[in-house]
């Protein structure tokens, strides 16, 4: 595996290496079809996780959500291939999953299309604060056993006062569902967030047809969570793109590589490579496969998260 781009100043690098077919092992279906993923196996703790089961973890309610009523959506999504593809659409059959899994190529577009059923589900208006996050680290003690780079944007493991509503960032994936598990939630899928941001018509940007600079983030850092009600999606949820990538689920194992699908852009856009990962604000038409690592390379100063919770 061969590193081709180190974003230092974000904690963030891309990696790449050509995935073959027949090493692709999937064990979890996606969708119910044909094509497999594998969702991580490693859970919140067991206390976390009960009060998450039993509802005890409602901290929150429902409060700062938005329902999202349920149906099918149309995940159109076309991104670069680059050299370990992507994710096969639920329903290919196993021999045409080299189309999605390989690099070659690697220059080109990839497309994904293909039709998720969702149930209907609360999402969070805005992504979680750094102020919410520090309201769980206080009630839980919370602290990874791996702790490189978390919450590297506060010194001396002080929040800023002036971040408070600001999107948290520098967690990784397991942060993220620990925290969702102790407030009773858990982080969205891919479909989900894509209906939330998209809405029923299937909109290209979360306000419209067109990208409208004035509506996203692309200043020289986060924007509070709850900034720019003008561009809220259809749903009226804030920051569906540019501010920070959000997390979804599940994860994914080809037996290659460990992955997730990051969402909806940042304010930060590297520049000098196309290896790097596309910057500023993306549309609802696009996806970034985020290669997982380990926590200490995870976590980055571009993404954040927001949760949902099943109605």
Request: glycine residues 12%; hydrophobic residues 35%; charged residues 25%.
């Amino acid at each position: 595996m061969t590193v081709y781009a180190k974003v230092d100043s974000l904690g963030c690098i891309v990696l790449g290496s050509s995935a073959l077919a027949e090493r692709a092992t999937w064990v979890a279906e996606v969708a119910g079809g044909s094509a497999q993923s594998v969702r991580d196996v490693r859970e919140p703790s067991s206390a976390l996780a009960e009060r998450a089961r039993t509802g005890s973890g409602l901290l929150f309610g429902v409060e700062g959500m938005v329902l999202i009523p349920g149906g099918k959506v149309r995940m159109r999504l076309t991104h670069q291939r680059r050299e370990c593809g992507c994710y096969p659409d639920p329903g290919t059959p196993p021999e045409a999953w080299n189309k999605f899994l390989t690099g070659e190529n690697f220059h080109l577009d990839l497309s994904h299309d293909f039709e998720v059923e969702v149930k209907p589900f609360f999402i969070d208006e805005a992504e979680v604060t750094n102020a919410e996050f520090k309201q769980f680290l206080d009630a839980t003690g919370y602290r990874p056993k791996q702790a490189e780079n978390f919450l590297k944007h506060w010194p001396g493991g002080e929040m800023p006062v002036e971040l408070a509503e600001h999107p948290v960032v520098y967690v990784d994936l397991e942060d993220a569902r620990t925290y969702a598990a102790w407030a009773g939630k858990r982080l969205p899928a891919e479909a989900e967030w894509h209906l939330a941001a998209s809405g029923p018509d299937g909109l290209p940007w979360p306000w419209g047809n067109d990208f409208e600079a004035a509506r996203v983030n692309t200043g020289a850092g986060t924007m509070p969570a709850r900034s720019l009600p003008e561009g809220r999606s259809p749903f009226g949820c804030y920051h569906l793109c540019g501010n920070v990538w959000e997390w979804t689920e599940p994860r994914y194992d080809d037996g290659h590589t460990r992955f997730v699908m990051l969402r909806g852009g940042s304010f930060y856009k590297a520049e000098g490579s196309g290896w790097y990962t596309p910057g500023g604000p993306q549309p609802n038409t696009s996806h970034t496969k985020f290669l997982l690592m380990w926590p200490g390379l995870d976590r980055c100063g571009t993404i954040g998260f927001r949760c949902v919770r099943d109605t």
